[in-house]
């Protein structure tokens, strides 16, 4: 695990920006594209909107991109809650990559379930049997969820299938989201967090005894790849020695 803590998402933004110019390069002068996820909330908004700006917008091949979600809220595009939506405002609209390369997680036409079995083989058909992004995004709830992989729900428990979707009681919407097995496959993983509300969460994730169905994001634990936490100092402020 790499750990690196800044002074303001601006900071975070910054790293990460580095982080995916650097990872797409690579990924596309050795398999010629490059596979990301993105990741919803609030915390990638300033790294898409800088990646769509100079400097970093003329750093990436977008035409060799393939853009997924980690995960989204099952809404329709145009919803301000969706995650798909807010990506394509801050950076898809703004740089040229294939419309076709990019898969937002929603239909009009399918069940949120019948549309995860979709979107699975979708992710099978671009990324292979190996399932290997290169770069996955994540940001963590000040609950210690990732992705919507929240606490104690049985999506935890899943240990095949790469997509799952589900009804989210407390906040009565379907969620749909990559499964932990699947996204520890990735090469090169990153989270993104900030604020001062993640700290006791963080500490427990990061520091507290192994309990992933109260802090999911302890199940992401790549098998081959890296993982690096991006956090500002008030997220920071309980962990010891970081
Ligand atoms: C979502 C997310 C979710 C998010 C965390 C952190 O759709 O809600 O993808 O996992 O990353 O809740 O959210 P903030 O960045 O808004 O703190």
Redesign the pocket.
Same mark, same amino acid.
């Given at each position: 695990m790499k750990f690196d803590k800044f002074e303001s998402l601006h900071q975070i933004s910054q790293a990460a920006a580095e982080i995916l110019v650097k990872a797409a390069d690579m990924a596309i002068k050795k398999n010629g594209r490059f596979t990301v996820a993105l $990741?919803? +909330?609030?915390?990638p908004v300033e790294l898409y909107k800088m990646l769509a700006k100079e400097p970093y917008s003329s750093l990436v091949n977008w035409e060799k991109v393939y853009v997924f979600w980690?995960?989204?809220?099952w809404v329709p595009l145009e919803d301000e809650r969706s995650?798909a939506r807010m990506a394509f405002e801050t950076l898809l609209n703004h740089v040229p990559i294939p419309k076709e390369q990019i898969y937002p997680m929603w239909s009009e036409e399918k069940t949120p379930q019948e549309f995860a079995a979709d979107y699975a083989k979708q992710l099978q058909q671009v990324l292979g049997e190996k399932g290997a992004f290169d770069l996955i995004l994540? +940001?963590?709830?000040d609950d210690g969820? $990732?992705?919507?992989l929240f606490p104690q729900t049985s999506v935890l428990e899943e240990r095949h299938a790469w997509v799952q979707a589900y009804y989210l009681k407390p906040q009565q919407m379907h969620r749909i989201t990559l499964t932990a097995p699947l996204i520890n496959r990735a090469t090169e993983i990153v989270f993104l967090v900030h604020g001062e509300n993640k700290a006791p969460a963080l500490r427990e994730v990061l520091q507290g005894e192994s309990n992933p169905k109260q802090y999911p994001a302890q199940l992401i634990a790549p098998l081959a790849g890296e993982v690096t936490w991006l956090v500002d100092r008030k997220a920071a402020a309980e962990l010891k020695d970081l």
């Open positions: $990741t919803g +909330g609030s915390s980690g995960d989204e809220r995650n994540l +940001g963590m709830g969820h $990732t992705a919507s």
